[in-house]
């Protein structure tokens, strides 16, 4: 069985024969999904480590500090050692809280990024959903999350967490507005929604070089709203450290409180994904025009690298921004969304538009 | 204004004020009943202009406790030392002079919380630091067998 | 001026729809064991009543069976950023009663001790309040700077928090051959690291969105509350002890008291990194010209003041701090109290908080830099 880091398809699709020869056709489905599950949990567990131990490291080193560096070469299982502490502790459930929605919560939000999860293509073939409405999904589906941080807010019975899911709501709910206008202003410019059909429509130069100005415009806002969306600073006021101890959170412990902690890195992941997919041709090599040497010598390095590095890229760039800004106040997030960052969207859609059905892009 | 001046114009306002010139201040000792129209007129009047009180305090005497002011004025530069002397140990009570200068509710919450000294028409006579029902430690006959070594 | 019946609330008068909040005793925000119950409507602050006494420690009452000498050691423990600048005070107050002139020498290291101190101090106010604000990073830039300073105190008197490096009539020991150069390093170095604080946060778009405007304190407020120190000048009150009563060697240098009239969170920030400026010209003024001579004066072991009621003010961190005694002649003070700037500043809050957000008590409490042994004693 020939193998390929380049191109996953042949390798994904003669799994599905061999277990097809074998089993029926819903036996068939069972065990994908079971195997794709695994996988995936896997992925989170491992990367969302991964996640918060370059965060720490990474704020180490803007802070002047070393960061994590007992536990194994460089503290590189120290984020283990933390989850394994984590896995042990108690789950305490406070007197007055609302016991259904207190245990659902963490899970709806945990299970939101799974779901979106299975859209993001890490390489050709490697994608459990290819959707003709993907990006429309991802948009809808990452709406469920605050459904989670707001059940948890109001069901801890703790004022903190109310203040905390409250502000969430308002925040998540805004910035979505920016978050969809930024991805349907690249959708007219690729003319698709299918995510496979987005990456592809880059394959000659990626989307934030040949849309250039509306592009750009949109990809700042996009990180910006991202940013906001996943709750990261400067825009963590749900959580909120010094103003509300802990936001939406302050009573979980234990394994639930690490279901948020490790949707917040996931949802960093995710969110850096989709800007990856959406402006900076996912998992495709950079590629100029007609410079075939050069584009061949991209080819090279792997797709599924490709991805990597640029996703770490943009963690990189959101990871920066939490720790040197300082939070906002929660009417300068919702100033800034309803009238900064809402009307130049809906400009730069115009423009984009124009654009478009002008032909000035490359 | 130097300390004859300053003598000269609260005598004038108050001739009952007992003058007495201590190793820094000008201390002066008004009747209980006294103090605050005095303190009103202190801070209004322009030649005196006391209109920040940097310190207040009580202190327990054996047959009163005096509460102690430290009026500033930011305008001449001047400070004065105020006290007054409640009528016995029993039932201890003075007028607030929180209305004149705000700071002072604060600084006498702290004195009615250690020595249990009451002021008038202060409006949040609550303790302070102690919890309601704990004896008032600054007093000298504060006895607390438990947390007090004698020595 | 608010009056204070209408924005005060007991706990009697608390109706089933006002929405409280503790911050605190157990909060990040107030840096102690303060509790701060804020009545809430939505995000919005009605009024706060600050709560204190979590670590009342009654040092007043201590003091009164200590002798002189013991006294000091507990001074260190009210304000710990400024326990070097508490010492003093007490000193100085037990020095003017017994009319003792102490030497030149002992002026001139106080003096720059002080000012050392007030600088660890602002810096660690730096740290926390960037941290209230949510941007951590400051947290680590201001300790990095704070950690020269407390190595010279801990070369000189061996400790790096509390001190009991001044004794009455002088210093416990002379200072460590080492000090000047080292002072001299670290002014060097703290010129250069002082504008990053003002690239990584003063001048954040953020940050100063966030403090300009905010909190207003006129002066007349700050004057009648008794707001002073750092907080105070920013409201426009002159309010200097070094300026106004000069001790030790502040009569022989040349600084300026930094004054804004806007009295807002982000000048009650500003002004206290325009005071770490000023510390360090104070310092270079001194450092080199430390007069030789005995560092203290010959002192009783049991030292009893002549009766009658000592007041001393100093310029701590904070603000105007007092030590007030009277004595009665025999070793240990008859009453001791401590004016503390903290605990007037802190009852000012509610002047402040009127109308703004939750976010913003948080950053309104941050720059009045309480510290909270400081108000509880």
């Known amino acids: 069985m020939a193998f390929s880091i380049y191109d996953f398809t042949e390798f994904t699709k003669s799994i599905h024969e061999g277990l097809s020869s074998s089993l029926s056709p819903t036996m068939t489905t069972v065990v994908e999904w079971v195997i794709i599950g695994v996988l995936y949990i896997l992925f989170v567990a491992l990367f969302g480590l991964f996640l918060v131990y370059a965060e720490r490291k990474v704020c180490a080193a803007i802070q002047q500090r070393v960061g994590p560096n007992r536990v194994g070469p460089w503290g590189f299982f120290q984020t283990i050692a933390d989850f394994v502490k984590l896995l042990m502790k108690e789950i305490i459930n406070p007197k007055g809280v609302d016991g259904f929605l207190y245990n659902v919560a963490p899970y709806i939000v945990i299970i939101t990024v799974f779901i979106i999860l299975s859209l993001i293509p890490f390489a050709p073939g490697l994608q459990a959903f290819d959707f003709d409405i993907g990006v429309f999904f991802v948009t809808a589906v990452s709406s469920i999350g605050v459904i989670g941080i707001l059940l948890a807010g109001w069901s801890s019975n703790n004022k903190y967490s109310l203040i905390g899911g409250m502000r969430s709501g308002a925040q998540i709910i805004s910035y979505e507005l920016s978050i969809g206008l930024s991805i349907i202003t690249m959708v007219i410019m690729s003319g698709t929604m299918q995510i496979s059909g987005i990456i592809n429509a880059q394959a000659n130069g990626w989307f934030i070089f040949k849309g250039h100005i509306p592009a750009i415009i949109a990809f700042i806002v996009f990180i910006i709203a991202s940013t906001a969306e996943t709750n990261r600073g400067p825009f963590d006021l749900p959580e909120g450290e010094s103003e509300l101890t802990g936001g939406f959170h302050t009573e979980y412990s234990g394994i639930k409180f690490a279901f948020f902690f490790l949707a917040e890195y996931m949802n960093l992941f995710i969110v850096s994904a989709m800007a990856t997919i959406i402006f900076l041709g996912g998992w495709m090599p950079l590629h100029f025009g007609e410079f075939n040497s050069f584009n061949a010598a991209m080819d090279v390095i792997p797709p599924i690298i490709w991805f990597f590095l640029k996703v770490c890229a943009i963690m990189l760039l959101i990871m920066w921004f939490k720790w040197t800004f300082p939070r906002l106040r929660v009417d300068q997030i919702l100033t800034l969304e309803w009238k900064y960052l809402l009307p130049i969207n809906l400009f730069n859609i115009l423009l984009m538009t124009a654009v478009v059905l002008l032909g000035w892009h490359w | ?151 | 001026m608010a009056e204070y019946k209408e924005i005060l609330f007991h706990s009697d008068k608390i109706k089933t729809d006002d929405y409280l909040i503790n911050m605190g005793p157990q909060h990040p925000s107030t840096h102690g064991a303060l509790r701060v119950v804020a009545k809430l409507e939505g995000e919005i602050v009605e009024a706060v009543d600050p709560i204190v006494g979590y670590i009342h420690s009654g040092i007043e009452k201590m003091c009164e069976s200590l002798g002189y000498h013991q006294v000091i050691h507990l001074t260190d423990r009210m304000d710990y950023l400024s326990a070097h600048i508490n010492n003093e005070a007490v000193c100085l107050c037990v020095e003017n009663a017994l009319q003792i002139e102490v030497p030149e020498r002992v002026k001139y290291i106080r003096t720059i001790f002080d000012e050392l101190t007030r600088i660890a101090s602002h810096q660690l106010w730096w740290c926390a309040t960037g941290l209230d604000l949510g941007a951590m990073t400051t947290f680590f830039y201001g300790l990095r700077d704070r950690e020269p300073i407390l190595d010279i105190f801990e070369e000189t008197c061996g400790a790096r928090m509390t001190f009991n490096y001044n004794v009455p009539g002088g210093l416990m020991f002379d200072i460590h051959p080492n000090f000047q150069k080292r002072v001299k390093d670290f002014i060097k170095y703290f010129r250069k690291k002082l504008p990053e604080y003002d690239t990584l946060l003063t001048g954040n778009v953020i940050f100063t969105e966030r403090t300009k405007g905010l909190g207003v304190l006129s002066k007349e407020d700050a004057i009648a509350w008794g707001v002073t120190g750092p907080s105070g000048r920013a409201s426009g009150f002159e309010c200097d002890v070094r300026k106004l009563h000069p001790y030790s060697a502040y009569p022989y240098v040349k600084f300026e008291e930094k004054l804004a009239t806007e009295g807002d969170t982000f000048w009650r920030y500003k002004l206290r990194i325009e005071e770490m400026w000023e510390s360090m010209n104070i310092i270079e003024q001194l450092i080199d010209n430390i007069p030789e001579g005995d560092h203290a004066v010959k002192m009783k072991g049991v030292i009893k003041l002549p009766e009658g009621e000592f007041y001393q003010r100093v310029e701590t961190s904070k603000g105007d701090f007092g030590v007030f005694i009277v004595s009665d002649g025999k070793k240990n003070p008859y009453r001791l109290k401590f004016r503390s700037p903290g605990f007037s500043n802190l009852f000012a809050l509610n002047q402040m908080v009127k109308g703004v957000k939750i976010a913003d008590l948080v950053a309104i409490m941050a720059t009045l830099d309480l510290v909270i042994p400081d108000i509880d004693r």
């Not at chain 2, 604060?106 to 028409?121: I, P, Q, S, W």
Request: hydrophobic content about 35%; overall charge negative; some cysteine.
């Open chain 2, 1 to 151: 204004m130097n300390n004859d001046g300053l003598k000269q114009a609260i005598s004038q306002i108050e001739s009952e004020a007992v003058f007495k010139d201590g190793s820094q201040f000008l201390e002066i000792t008004v009747p209980a009943g006294k103090l605050h129209h005095l303190c009103n007129l202190l801070k209004s009047t322009d030649e005196t202009a006391f209109n920040y009180l940097v310190c207040l305090t009580g202190v327990d005497y054996p047959d009163c406790f005096e509460i102690v002011y430290h009026i500033d004025s930011t305008v001449h530069h001047h400070v004065i030392v105020l006290k007054a002397r409640t009528e016995g140990r029993e039932n201890p009570a003075i007028d607030t002079v929180g209305d004149i200068w705000p700071t002072a509710y604060a600084h006498e919450r702290e004195v009615h919380d250690l020595l249990g000294v009451k002021f008038n028409n202060h409006p949040d006579m609550r303790r302070l630091f102690l919890e309601d029902g704990w004896g008032f430690p600054l007093r000298k006959d504060y006895v607390d067998p438990v947390r007090i070594i004698e020595r």
